[in-house]
């Protein structure tokens, strides 16, 4: 047999059993790359917030307000590194109105946001929001998927309404002097996760 035609045969035959051999992940990644980064996306931002409300209801129960205050500023930042390690990804939360001014957007997620905004105030469900793009900037493109965060009632506007005990107020002003994440209601757009992540 010719060496060349050996080696298209053989290629052919490595080709066709490659598939057999990848898991399903890999799989979903080699068949769509931007589907499988949603689908990341989506458990990672899942995985912040639940392991967030998880802490915060924690202590709520043992402090009040105030406990919740010093949880969110320690265990946030650590919980979106963990969820960022987990998934291969920069996962993180931002507002238009932030009280950690590490979490400013970008100009591109104000605008989303402000979509986002727009969209809810014309009656959309913000459960089925969201927004996949892959950006570019500096010759360097990078996946972003951002999701809405609504205000709820409890335990949301205990630090975040319009009303706030004085000690919450005080812990607030002590923890972020410049702090702009007040005078929310219940329904409100609070804010969105953010996911980025390389695009090869």
Do not use: W
């Not at 004085?166 to 994440?181: G, M, R, T």
Request: aromatic fraction near 4%; charged fraction near 25%; proline fraction near 6%.
């Amino acid at each position: 047999m010719h060496v060349t035609t050996f080696r298209r045969l053989a290629l052919t035959a490595a080709t066709a059993i490659m598939p057999a051999l990848l898991t399903p992940v890999q799989a979903q990644e080699a068949a769509d790359p931007q589907a499988a980064r949603i689908a990341k996306a989506r458990e990672a931002i899942k995985g912040l917030g639940e392991g967030l409300k998880e802490k915060l209801l924690g202590a709520m129960k043992e402090g009040g307000p105030v406990a919740a205050l010093d949880v969110c500023k320690v265990e946030a930042p650590k919980i979106a590194a963990e969820r960022s390690a987990a998934a291969g990804l920069e996962v993180g939360r931002t507002a238009l109105k932030v009280r950690n001014p590490a979490n400013a957007p970008s100009e591109t997620e104000r605008k989303v946001l402000e979509d986002f905004a727009k969209q809810i105030a014309g009656g959309a469900d913000s459960a089925k929001l969201e927004h996949v793009a892959v950006v570019e900037e500096g010759g360097k493109k990078s996946f972003l998927y951002m999701k809405p965060i609504m205000t709820a009632g409890k335990p949301c506007l205990a630090c975040h309404g319009s009303e706030l005990d004085p000690a919450v107020a005080a812990k607030i002003k002590e923890l972020y002097p410049s702090d702009q994440a007040t005078g929310f209601n219940a329904g409100d757009l609070r804010g969105a996760f953010v996911v980025t992540g390389k695009v090869e």
